[in-house]
């Protein structure tokens, strides 16, 4: 008896020992190289950066993962009660895990043969989210449930909630709940309905199935599911209950619709500069702030100002039998004392084509870029008023001995005319004759001072705008002489906060004097008379109040531009093919580009600082002869005002 008492004795022991080392081993399985979960005390996920406007309407964002962190108390109540009446009705009872739930599961899965139910709580879902891989195993599942408990031990049931919602994937591209609420709704997540909710909770089960872009009728029956399980829970009533059925469901259309696009070559030009400012990783994922320069009305306006001229243009074309027309356009406004871009379009279609023409494309600016060379006349020391020679001309190229006559766009010569008149009707001959007397290694020196980076060649054929330049550059050139001879370097970045809310980068644009305070008001005067006396003209009919401008065209008809100005705001517009072939007969600046600035002008808040041009103290007003200009009466039917130094 007494041996047998012994044996039992030995046995029970040796079986402890076994089934001790089976769960220490079994223990050790489980939790060897289990994250440390203290080290979520650190733990700061990706968060997308985000773009706005002066009226901080947001614009764009740049992310790895689309996700916009939110505090719990900032979340919708019915959110909160979707998410737990779909996904874990025992959260704030259970202390991670739930063992009924996964006998049930798993009976269910070994009789099916398959995976067909799962039971994990919030909290194991969110410790496979953070720390595991998304593989459907029992190793797997077992460690997901011990990271579960020790999630519980350590966190409040409100912040592993607050993470949970924060950190789950809700499908098309889209990270925790607020960015799941502007994607879907174009909206933040406070602003969610009852309905919207339930949709947003119902993705968390299967994104890619249950998404409204993939399958919108099955997106509907899975949110009218989570509304039933809400009102089966006592959360809502059976009246709003039927209220929030009614609703709709968005669709990947009205998404895109409503999406509208604003300013995606703004954006895309902003990405670059913030690379630069502060580089990739904390761009994509540093869930920085990002104010911008762009005014959001302005933008639209300048997006239907090119849209509209560029249907009128094509049906022109069309009607000029000219085979699958597809012009282009592109269009910069800024912000004359600040140098801000106030609204940038770089095509017709972001969808279509990504390539900016405002800033990245360089084409010939044609006569548009005479008034550079005009004004490096003025600040010599010629005068307005002083004559230029427009008759034909032969020049020799000294180094290849060949002969260039330049022409008149009209092919008409007038003798002996003024300077004003000669930019007035955008003359060739007489630019070209003032290029050869000012020396074109000095134009080139002037137009790089004034903000003009694009290589230029020094001929006298840079008179007639033919080395290639940015729509940008050009612009930003005309605003010296709005700007009282100061160049401003053109931004879009005004400031970037962390997450935090600190400023970590402030623009400083650079400037520089360019031209002489007097120079820039004469010119300026200059390129006001070719609004009002020559190829201009057509604004006066529709726009009142102090404007300034030019127009350019290229050979045959290949590029069309309008550079002009008020007091506070110039803005540029560049027509044309990107294969660079005709636009069509007489598709010149005034009429394939003018009426774009026309438009936009016409439609958008001027946003003048000051209601006049700069008239400094050593200039005063003259009438003079408008051909020769010569001092005459203000009576003379041919008499038109111009600025000229004070002797």
Not at 563 to 587: F, M, R, T
Request: hydrophobic share 40%; charged share 20%.
């Amino acid at each position: 008896m007494k041996r047998r008492t012994k044996f039992g004795i030995y046995f029970f022991t040796i079986l402890a020992g076994v089934l001790s080392g089976i769960t220490a081993g079994a223990f050790t399985l489980l939790t060897k190289d289990l994250p440390q979960i203290q080290e979520l005390e650190n733990y700061k996920p990706s968060a997308a950066t985000r773009v706005y406007s002066v009226e901080q309407e947001l614009i764009g964002e740049f992310y790895l993962e689309r996700r916009t962190p939110i505090t719990l108390d900032q979340i919708p109540k019915d959110l909160i009660t979707a998410f737990l009446a779909t996904e874990d009705r025992k959260f704030y009872r259970h202390s991670g895990i739930v063992i009924q739930s996964i006998v049930r599961a798993m009976v269910k899965n070994i009789s099916s043969g398959r995976y067909v139910e799962g039971a994990s709580t919030l909290t194991q879902q969110l410790a496979k989210t953070l720390f595991l891989t998304p593989r459907k195993t029992l190793l797997r599942k077992l460690r997901e449930a011990v990271l579960a408990i020790q999630l519980e031990r350590r966190y409040t049931k409100n912040e592993i909630l607050e993470l949970y919602l924060n950190q789950i994937y809700l499908g098309s591209g889209a990270y925790g709940v607020n960015s799941a609420a502007r994607l879907f709704f174009r909206k933040p997540v406070q602003e969610l309905t009852l309905a919207e909710c339930a949709l947003v909770a119902g993705l968390a089960q299967s994104p890619s199935r249950y998404s409204p872009f993939i399958n919108h009728d099955l997106a509907r029956k899975r949110r009218n599911n989570v509304l039933k399980k809400m009102l089966n829970t006592g959360a809502i009533t059976k009246k709003v209950y039927k209220q929030a059925l009614e609703q709709p469901v968005p669709t990947q259309a009205s998404h895109e619709q409503g999406k509208g696009e604003i300013a995606p070559y703004f954006v895309q030009f902003i990405k670059k500069r913030l690379e630069a400012a502060v580089g990739d990783l904390l761009m994509y994922k540093g869930g920085l702030t990002v104010y911008t320069t762009v005014d959001y009305d302005l933008q639209q306006t300048a997006e239907r100002a090119v849209t509209d001229g560029l249907n009128e243009l094509e049906k022109r074309m069309v009607a000029n039998s000219i085979s699958n027309p597809d012009p282009q356009a592109g269009l910069v406004a800024l912000r004359v004392q600040t140098g801000e871009i106030l609204c940038l379009v770089g095509g017709r279609n972001f969808s279509k084509s990504q390539f900016d023409r405002a800033v990245l494309a360089r084409r010939q600016p044609g006569s548009a870029f005479k008034p550079v060379i005009f004004a490096l006349a003025i600040e010599k020391g010629f005068e307005q008023t002083q004559l230029l020679l427009d008759a034909p001309v032969v020049f020799q190229n000294p180094l290849t001995g060949r002969d260039w006559q330049p022409k008149n766009f009209s092919g008409a010569y007038e003798g002996e005319i003024s300077l004003r008149r000669a930019l007035a009707k955008s003359k060739n001959v007489p630019a070209v004759r003032l290029m050869e007397m000012l020396s074109p290694s000095s134009a080139v020196e002037f137009a790089k001072n004034m903000g003009i980076s694009a290589p230029l060649l020094p001929n006298l054929s840079l008179a007639l705008g033919v080395s290639e330049i940015s729509l940008l550059e050009l612009t930003s050139a005309y605003t010296v002489f709005a700007n009282h001879g100061k160049y401003i370097q053109p931004y879009g970045i005004t400031e970037i906060r962390n997450d935090q809310g600190k400023v970590i980068w402030r623009s400083k644009p650079h400037q520089r004097i360019a031209m002489s305070r007097t120079g820039a008001a004469i010119v300026t005067d200059m390129l006001n008379g070719v609004i009002n006396e020559g190829t201009g003209q057509k604004t006066r009919a529709i726009l009142s109040g102090p404007l300034a401008g030019k127009t350019g065209t290229t050979n045959e008809f290949r590029d069309a531009l309008f550079i002009g100005y008020s007091p506070a705001i110039a803005v540029g517009v560049w027509v044309g093919n990107d294969n660079a072939s005709s636009l069509g007969p007489g598709e010149s600046g005034a009429r394939a580009a003018m009426p774009i600035w026309i438009k936009f002008m016409q439609s958008s808040p001027r946003q003048n600082s000051q209601l006049y041009f700069d008239i400094p103290d050593d200039v005063r007003a003259v009438h003079i002869h408008s051909r020769t200009g010569k001092l005459t009466s203000e009576y003379d039917p041919n008499a038109v005002k111009a600025l000229v130094r004070r002797q």
